[in-house]
């Protein structure tokens, strides 16, 4: 579990091919590494990764395919910067929102507005996701907690101060840049608390008969 507080910036310094897996080698002067042991998490631009090996300076994990398929792993060089944040301990405080580091999507900036004290990110959500965005809730972008400012559809305003902007790396956004997204779990429970008894029910895959009888399609 973590809270979307990011604390330090650390630089991946190696991508080793493991058959369908990656072997990723990330570099952090910053990040506490004292308290680290083979197994724990690191949130690792968002996305929940075990150490399977560190040093003073650094650790490694790997990356599955299936992390890769559905983050902004895919497009990760060595060289990339990434947000880091350790997994929370029962007397640390709470400074953001429950984030479990399950990576829901890839989203990509659309459009950055500068201001005086602030700069406004419009962040592209995937269509499926924009249910669970909403004003003034949480949603963690790259494993930082934000605030939504505003909504649009799938597309939501972010506004970031300087301090984010320097230990992050939403300061090197640019329009187009692809950022992984986790939307708040809260949302999530609430959703499949109100499907009530129809939750023990298997999905169903495309227009149903039942789809369309719920809808009116049909008459009864």
Not at 4 to 32: F, M, P, W
Not at 40 to 62: K, P
Not at 92 to 118: A, P, Q, T
Request: include cysteine.
């Amino acid at each position: 579990m973590f809270t979307g507080i990011i604390q330090a910036l650390g630089t991946i310094s190696a991508l080793e091919n493991k058959g369908s897996d990656i072997r990723l080698t990330v570099k952090s002067a910053g990040l506490q590494m004292t308290d680290v042991k083979l197994g724990d998490s690191i949130a690792t631009n968002g996305v929940c990764l075990t150490v399977v090996n560190f040093d003073d300076i650094s650790y490694q994990a790997d990356v599955s395919a299936e992390t890769i398929k559905h983050t902004g792993f895919a497009e990760y060089k060595a060289g990339s910067r990434v947000n880091l944040e350790l997994a929370m301990r029962p007397m640390d405080r709470f400074g953001g929102h429950i984030v479990s580091g399950h990576v829901d999507g890839v989203g990509h900036v659309s459009k950055i507005n500068e201001h005086k004290d602030y700069i406004e990110i419009w962040v592209k959500a995937p269509d499926e996701l924009a249910k669970y965005i909403a004003h003034k809730g949480s949603i963690t972008v790259d494993g930082v907690s934000l605030t939504v400012n505003e909504v649009n559809g799938a597309e939501f305003m972010l506004w970031i101060i300087p301090h984010t902007l320097k230990e992050t790396v939403i300061g090197e956004y640019r329009v187009g840049s692809k950022v992984n997204l986790e939307v708040d779990l809260v949302a999530r429970y609430l959703e499949r608390l109100l499907l009530g008894e129809k939750a023990a029910q298997p999905k169903e895959e495309g227009i149903s008969m039942t789809f369309l009888a719920e809808h009116g399609f049909l008459k009864k």
